[in-house]
C-alpha cells in the first residue's frame, strides 16, 4: 500500500504513523454545515489559512454543495466560486490544496490555479475524464463512494467495494497510478444512519480488500446528530471527534474536518498513548 502521496510539483504527503488533517472550506451558500459562512472569496481564504495554521496538512475547497436533496450546479459558477480561493491559498501558504469536485472542467481548471489533489465525491464515475485530468496534472485523487438512493437492504460494505473497485479501475486506466489513490466510504451519502456507522467499524476492510489507504469524513454529519440528538451540525463537535478517532483505530489515513484545532489535540492524545503500547 501507498505511504506517501506525490503531489504535482513533487512534493510528498507522508501516510502512515499518523493521520493527515484535511480541513474544509465550503465555498456555498447551502453546505449543510456552514452554507453562507464563507461565500465570500477573502473570508474563504482567511480561513482555509487558518485552518492551515491550525495544522490541517490539506486543505478540501468545494464550491458545489453535496448536501441531500441538492441541485447540480454549472461549472462556470463552482469555478468563480472556487478559483479566487484556491489562488488566494496557494499565494500565501504552500499547504496542498484539494479541489472537490466531481467535474473534469473545474478540477482541470483548479489544478491550473495552483490546487494539488482532485477529490471526487463520485468516484470518478460520474464524469470519468475527471481522472484523466488528475493523470496529466500528477495529482493524486480520492475516490469516494455514493449512491442516488439509499436502500437499507443491501450489504453497504459490499456495495462500497464493488464501488470503489470500479473507481480505482477507471482512475488507473486513465493514468492514475494506484499508489495516488486514496478511497472514501462516503459517510452520509446514499447510506441508512447504521450504514454509516457500519462503515466507520468496517473501515479497515476498505485497505486490506482494495489496496489503498482511506480517508474518513464524518465531520458533524447528520448521522452523528441522530445519535447524540444534536440537531445544530455545529455542536457536533464531540461527536466528530469520537467518530473519527474510532476511524483512527481502523486504519484511517486522512481524516477530513471542519474544526483543525481540536482534531489537533485529539490526535496529539491519541499519539501519546499508543507511545506507551
Known sequence: MNTSLTLPDGRRLALGSAPLLMGVVNVTPDSFSD???????????AHGLK??????????????STRPGHERLEAETELARVLPVIAGIAAASPVPISIDTYKADVAEAALEAGAAIVNDVWGAQREPAIAEVAARFGAPMVLMHNRDGIDASIDILADVLRFLEKSIGIAVAAGVPRGQIVL??????????????????????LPNALGCPVLLGASRKSTLGLVTGKKIPAERLAATLAAHLYGVMRGAAIIRAHDIDEHVDALKIWAAIRRTA
Open 51 to 64: 485552518l492551515a495554521e491550525q495544522g490541517a496538512e490539506i486543505v478540501d475547497i468545494g464550491g458545489e
Open 35 to 45: 452554507g453562507g459562512l464563507f461565500a465570500d472569496p477573502a473570508v474563504a481564504i
Open 184 to 205: 472514501d466510504p462516503g459517510i452520509g451519502f446514499g447510506k441508512t444512519p447504521e450504514q454509516n456507522l457500519a462503515l466507520i467499524e468496517k473501515l479497515d476492510r
